[in-house]
């Protein structure tokens, strides 16, 4: 979704401000602009489509040391030059950039206009612009505040003023904003990859705070102009782990470093004397853990099904009963808080606006919320009541790959915890954390293989439609498997637990629908090896993803490709792998932009 970048210090701005953008590209965008304080002017130079297109299109030189920056990506008003931010007030003497999105927009520029207020853009954004300057007195902190105590909906907003030569004002409701300290310069931006190349040093802002920067200090207020201390956190992150490193795609480099990162998810967290998951951030104490009767969790996309494969594996693990849902469904739907329930709000980026929404609905009526992130510092996990970081390390590519199973790593510790602390005896879990702890070497085994899923993607490319099946604790890996072909071949392709096809799906089947069974060698097999034959039974192509040795399935199916034997319980780790892969190269086949793909945006702070 939508970038910020704000720069307010002794160096040229513009570089710094579209390099910031460039690093926040991997959001997903559609225009991009910047405005730079030059000559005591405000100079905007903005345009529909890539920062490359924004960078060919500006001067040789651009003057001037304070700026912002945008990445649009539409929401109200078509993509074009004049719809990208920065937006101006008719003077051109204010400018702003805004994330989120004005619900009382319409109202309020209905009132501007008939004061006299000029607009040019079809955005909710450009509304800001005006009312600002009809607020302006000299101190645009001041009309920052009474501007956005007008405002209805969400916003992260930085604003500049052409007579303030050494000031930002930045806000924030609902849309990440965060202050990067920096010597003798200050920045503000709406994710920490923008500015992580100057400063690790970084003060999250919350909901109702302002942000008063110049380039050698800043102040926190609230609306009401009362202070508010702010923490100095500091950023854990490597430049280099937001580059690809010689790598074609980010998303190639994120699953290839999944057996690092699901090791780095469960180092530390192992209590070998008690046979234990050890999860220091969840914030509650033994008793309150051995009263938990339910959990629930709720996410959205990539991360819902991991919290499918969680609650599986809850249930069977540790015999606690639980459910998935969708956070987008669960937060309209006035939801029943039971006692003695946990939530868990899973989410990568730790802003996914339906997620968020949902968590702060359930806290509202007395959950209990614990996060499951992977960007620390990002707001669910602040206003979460626990929860537990997976340290994937940033995850650039659009397509989630290598926080998904870091977040199945975290539902496999926190079920083994809650296991041992019920009926689970200490053999048992020295043999799941045995398992567990084997994971990475056989993702890396899975990765070894890849080339044999280059031909088999260019094979079935030309498909139209697919078809992802799988049963039981692999079922939500089939609907991942989908969800990733989807997303960046743009084939169409749906998921389903194999049983289901023959309620509807099966109708789908010929020659020209393929579809990719997951098979493995549990109780499950030989009712997934039927389905099987039934699909090929009508003239459709069957692609399985089977256990090594297994050559009944590889007999039926049309192509085969082959995982290392585990436990039952771990194949989803290893089952996802060659799905992502099968997802990349169908994409690279297909000339698609993998890490970008079309309309997707990898935050999705917007409901
Ligand atoms: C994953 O490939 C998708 N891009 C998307 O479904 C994503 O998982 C979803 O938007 C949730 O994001 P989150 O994990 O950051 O909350």
């Not at 602040?382 to 659009?398: F, N």
Request: hydrophobic share 40%; glycine share 8%.
């Amino acid at each position: 979704m939508c970038g910020i970048i704000g720069y307010c210090g002794p160096r040229p701005a513009a570089e710094i401000l579209v390099e910031g953008l460039k690093r926040l590209e991997y959001r997903g965008y559609d225009s991009a602009g910047i405005c730079v304080r030059s000559g005591g002017a405000l100079r905007v130079h903005k345009r529909k489509g890539k920062i490359k297109d924004l960078r060919a299109a500006l001067p040789d030189r651009v003057d001037g040391e304070l700026g912002i920056g945008h990445t649009r990506w539409a929401t109200h008003g078509e993509v074009n030059d004049v719809n990208a931010h920065p937006h101006t007030d008719a003077t051109g003497r204010i400018a702003i950039v805004h994330n989120g999105i004005i619900e009382n927009y319409a109202a309020l520029r209905e009132k501007l206009a008939e004061e006299g207020y000029r607009f040019v853009s079809e955005t909710d954004s450009e509304v800001i612009a005006h009312l600002l300057a009809s607020l302006y007195d000299g101190d645009l902190e001041r009309a920052v505040k009474q501007a956005v105590s007008l405002l209805k909906g969400t916003y992260g907003i930085v604003a500049m003023h052409a007579d303030e030569p050494d000031r930002l004002v930045g806000a924030r409701n609902g849309s990440p904003l965060v202050l990067g300290i920096g010597d003798e310069e200050m920045f503000l931006a709406s994710d920490v990859t923008a500015i992580v190349a100057h400063t690790k040093q970084v003060v999250y802002l919350e909901d109702g705070e302002v942000v008063s920067i110049t380039s050698a200090d800043y102040h926190t207020t609230d609306l009401r102009d009362r202070p508010v201390d702010k923490k100095i956190e500091f950023i854990s992150w490597e430049l280099e782990e937001i580059e690809k490193e010689g790598y074609a795609h980010f998303m190639e480099k994120e699953i290839l470093e999944q057996p690092e990162s699901i090791r780095r998810a469960i180092q530390g967290r192992l209590d070998m004397e008690y046979a234990t998951g050890h999860l220091g951030g969840l914030n509650m104490s033994r008793q309150e853990l051995l009263n938990v009767e339910r959990v629930k969790i709720i996410a959205a996309g990539t991360s819902f099904y991991a919290g499918l494969v969680g609650a599986y594996l809850l249930e069977s693990v540790a015999r606690i009963p639980a459910t998935a849902e969708l956070a987008s469904e669960l937060r309209y739907r006035n939801p029943v808080v039971e006692r003695n329930t946990v939530y868990f709000a899973v989410s990568q980026s730790g802003e996914t606006a339906d997620t968020l929404y949902a968590m702060r609905e359930l806290q509202r009526k007395g959950a209990r919320v614990l996060g499951i992130c992977n960007v620390v510092g990002s707001t669910i996990p602040r206003e979460s009541d626990g929860g537990v970081y997976i340290h994937s390390g940033p995850e650039i590519a659009v397509a989630s790959t290598k926080a998904f199973t870091s977040q199945l790593t975290a539902f496999y510790l926190f079920a083994l915890m809650m296991a041992r602390m019920r009926h689970m005896g200490i053999e048992s879990g020295l043999s799941f954390i045995h398992d567990l702890e084997g994971v990475p070497a056989l993702v890396s085994e899975v990765l070894s293989r890849r080339d044999a899923l280059v031909p088999l993607a260019r094979t079935y490319a030309g498909a139209g439609n697919f078809l992802f099946l799988g049963r039981g604790i692999n079922y939500p890996v089939a609907l991942e498997g989908a969800l990733k072909l989807k997303e960046i071949s743009y084939i169409h392709a749906e998921g389903y637990s194999a049983a289901e096809i023959k309620h509807g799906p099966i109708a789908l089947i010929n020659e020209t629908t393929p579809s990719l069974f997951l098979v493995t060698d549990d109780g499950l097999r030989d009712k997934v090896i039927s389905n099987m034959k039934e699909v090929k039974a009508r003239a459709g192509k069957v692609i399985a993803i089977a256990v090594d040795g297994d050559d009944e399935v590889d007999r039926i199916a049309d192509d085969t490709f082959f995982i290392p034997k585990t436990h039952e319980l771990m194949y989803p780790f290893l089952m996802v792998v060659p799905l992502q892969l099968f997802a990349y190269y169908s994409a690279i086949e297909l000339g698609r932009n993998v890490d970008q793909p079309r309309n997707l945006a990898k935050s999705v702070t917007v409901e």
